[in-house]
Each structure stands twice: as C-alpha cells, then as structure tokens.
C-alpha cells in the first residue's frame, strides 16, 4: 500500500472517531424537546385612573410541547402609547421582553403560566391594549 493510502485510511478513520466522539458528548434532545408554546392574552377593562382608561391584561404561556420547560421567555411589544404600570408572575429583564420568576420557570408539558399587567392607556384614540406583537419560547 502506497503512502498516500495510508494517509488517507488513516485521515477517514481520525474523521470517524472524532465524530463519534462528538455525538457521545453532545446531550440528546429529550422527545418533544422543540420549542412549543402560545402566548395568549384576557384584557379586562377596570376603569379610569389619572385621566387614562385602566386596563388588567392576562397573559398565559402554554407548553404545548411534551416535556416540561427549564425556564421560558416572552417578547410583547405594546401600543407606543401604552404604560405598563405595574405587572406580576413575571420579570422584565430587558425592555419588551418578560421572563418567569422563581415558582413558575417550569411549565409542565401540556400545562400554562399565568402573569399580567396593568396597562394604562388614553382615553381617546384607543380601545383596547392588545399587544402589537407577541412571541414566546420554551426552554427544555
């Protein structure tokens, strides 16, 4: 056998055995791993405080997927003109973006988180403090 050859079969076998080094130490994604959630929301009118309508907005996260979460994250952009005055069962590390407390990190597969906010709106021009987007992820 020519040196080449040799290098070659030599060169095939290091590829294939540091592939499968690189399979055994990257974990498996448990089933139903992907990441699976809805977001949806319940806004509840309450009144009108300092000159603006007063509203409750009820988020629910939902695992849809079939394990259950590490921890899960939320961006919801709402109306410019919305104030989020205060808001619970939640964090906000960054702006548009909520993430879980403590308790309520891990969403069983199949069950939901719940957290809200109180929204403060003008009472001209606008009826409702539906978010102008939304989106959400599981963490596995």
């Known amino acids: 056998m020519t040196e080449r050859r040799v290098r070659r079969r030599?060169?095939?076998?290091?590829?294939?055995?540091l592939l499968g080094a690189a399979?055994?130490?990257?974990?498996?994604?448990?089933a139903g791993a992907a990441t699976t959630c809805t977001l949806t929301f319940k806004a509840n009118w309450i009144g009108t405080i300092d000159g603006k309508?007063?509203?409750t907005v009820e988020a629910k996260i939902s695992n849809t997927g079939t394990t259950?979460?590490?921890?899960?994250?939320?961006?919801?952009d709402w109306p410019s003109v919305a104030v989020v005055a205060q808001y619970w069962n939640t964090t906000n590390p960054a702006p548009d973006v909520w993430a879980p407390v403590g308790y309520n990190h891990v969403i069983a597969a199949g069950k939901a988180a719940y957290f809200g906010f109180d929204i403060r709106m003008p009472t001209s021009g606008v009826t409702h403090p539906t978010p102008t987007s939304s989106?959400?992820?599981?963490?596995?």
Not at 10 to 17: E, F, G, R, S
Not at 135 to 140: L, N
């Open 10 to 17: 030599l060169t095939a076998w290091l590829v294939v055995a």
């Open 23 to 30: 399979s055994v130490l990257t974990p498996a994604t448990p």
């Open 53 to 55: 309508y007063k509203w």
């Open 68 to 76: 259950p979460s590490t921890t899960w994250q939320t961006v919801i």
């Open 135 to 140: 989106s959400c992820t599981i963490t596995y």
